[in-house]
């Protein structure tokens, strides 16, 4: 029969699974000296413990070792996100978490002010050495600018070749002294590709001021590297509100040109070329016009740089081809005129960089029936020098195809007859502003005589537009000059006056 000690180990057993059951993997009950069935389900639970315990220790361990591991892992995921792999700056996430930390701690004192940079012509640099050349560049223009800001600035790569520094409490004039440190630092020269490069660079300045969010302040900062960019290479702006309004604007014009490519609103007008030997008309100038609803006609100056920022040159580009060469289609239908008459398309960088361009034009010319004389395409000086590899393809292609191509602006830049015989082009255009003193300076009629020997001893043709007077006109038949456009000769003309003129010109030439 069971006695009171029973009784009492009973209990001692039953309060020993209630200290397991709580947690306590290390209590183990009692063994009495009896060795009978308590005992022996004692036993069984200190086994049971033992066992749990082990088990929960080596999970323990397991859970520690992998936490260890996912915070590494969180730890290297949190760099990899605020650093930038190629230079070891700062991330553009990173940048955007500090100029929003920053803006939000500010008192009204001093504010942040941010700088952006964005190198010149880097593109040519990928496409003329080579994308390991162009990292070296990047690499080490990150260096000097770490190295002039110093380690008081937050410094990152935005994306490609545009970097930014983040300046706390500096007076404005210590953040332009700044902005200008750290244009310097780039200019001496880089080494890539076994090439040594001068590299500039265009920047923004955007001081903080109360009330300014931080989205704000990056905007900003951007519109005005952005305005730095267009007036030219090694520019630094501050920005103004007028900048914002001005960007506001071209963001309302790019939707408004985006309705007009779609509603029909855009047209040419074509401006004569003459052959300044026979004075009959060789060709004809395509010009875009924006018929704009309530804005009236519109020049192209006023709206092609805003549908570059908005991504719509190419798509504008095709437009004129279209509607060139069906015109010229309509217009080489009718007889009389001559064969070699050719109309001059303007092309923009951003067209030349799709290699799939001659094959466009080659059909537009066979849906049309237009010969590949009869349509000319101009590309820039610049266009051509800084256009790289593919711009080169482009115009290898268009040569194949047997369309001539014309440097428009000639004289502007890179004028040398080893430059020129190595393009494949069949016209040098003579830009306008070396033709305005032509008749009164006779220093600019050298200067032109010699422009047009280098055309020449290259075997190309050679155009001169911007004629206004008769004297430019004759100057230029002087000194054998093969063509020429202007007001002179005629205004650009819409499409029913330019056909009536070639109608007069057909029935005058009979």
């Keep these: 029969m069971p006695g009171a000690d029973d009784d009492r180990r009973l209990e001692e057993l039953v309060d020993g699974i209630v200290i397991l059951s709580s947690g306590d993997l290390s209590h183990r009950l009692q063994l009495s000296p009896a060795r009978d069935g308590i005992d022996a389900v004692s036993t069984g639970i200190n086994l049971l413990a033992e066992e749990l315990q082990s088990m929960y220790e080596s999970l323990e361990v397991r859970v520690a070792e992998r936490t260890a591991l996912l915070e590494a892992a969180k730890a290297e995921l949190r760099r990899v996100i605020d650093t930038d792999e190629l230079t070891g700056l700062a991330s553009r996430s990173l940048l955007r978490e500090k100029v929003f ?34 990292d070296a560049v990047l690499r080490e223009a990150a260096l000097r600018l770490k190295t002039a800001a110093g380690a008081q600035h937050v410094i990152a790569r935005l994306s490609g070749d545009e970097f930014a520094v983040l300046v706390v409490d500096q007076e404005p004039d210590a953040v332009l002294h700044l902005a200008s440190r750290l244009s310097e630092a780039l200019k001496d020269r880089i080494l890539a590709g076994g090439i040594a490069l001068s590299v500039t660079a265009a920047g923004g300045v955007r001081y903080g001021e109360p009330g300014l969010r931080g989205d704000e302040l990056l905007r900003d900062a951007h519109i005005a590297m952005h305005e730095a960019k267009k007036r030219g290479r090694d520019n630094i702006l501050v920005f103004s509100s007028a900048m914002h309004e001005a960007a506001k604007q071209r963001v309302h014009l790019v939707a408004e040109l985006r309705t007009a490519l779609a509603s029909d609103q855009l047209e040419l007008e ?73 109309t001059h398309v303007n092309l923009a960088p951003a067209d030349l960089h799709h290699l799939d361009l001659a094959p466009y034009i080659q059909g537009l010319l066979l849906q049309h029936r237009v010969a590949p004389r009869q349509i000319t395409i101009e590309i820039t000086e610049t266009a051509i020098m800084r256009g790289g590899p593919e711009v080169a393809a482009t115009m290898g292609s268009l040569k194949e195809l047997g369309v001539p191509i014309d440097i428009d602006d000639f004289g502007t830049g890179y004028s040398s007859i080893s430059y020129l015989r190595g393009l494949p082009a069949s016209q040098a255009k003579i830009d306008k502003s070396l033709i305005d003193d032509l008749a009164t300076d006779g220093q600019q009629e050298q200067f032109v005589a010699a422009i047009l020997q280098l055309i020449h001893s290259a075997g190309l043709g050679a155009v001169a537009e911007g004629i206004e007077r008769r004297e430019q006109a004759e100057k230029l038949r002087q000194l054998d000059c093969d063509f020429a456009q202007g007001y002179y000769f005629s205004r650009p003309l819409p499409v029913p006056a330019m056909t009536d003129l070639l109608a007069l010109h057909r029935s005058s030439a009979a």
């Design 101 to 134: 930390d920053a803006v939000a701690s500010a008192d009204a004192g001093r504010q942040p002010a941010l700088i952006l940079l964005d190198l010149d012509s880097f593109r040519l640099v990928n496409d003329s050495l080579g994308y390991a050349a162009g």
């Design 270 to 342: 074509y401006q004569p070329i003459a052959d300044l030997r026979t004075g009959r008309i060789a060709g004809a100038e395509a010009l875009i016009r924006w018929r704009h609803p309530s804005l009236g006609l519109l020049s192209p100056d006023v709206f092609l740089a805003a549908a570059d920022e908005g991504g719509l040159t190419v798509e504008i580009g095709h437009w004129v081809l279209r509607n060139a060469i069906a015109q010229t289609g309509r217009w080489m239908g009718a007889p009389g005129l001559p064969q070699d008459f050719s």
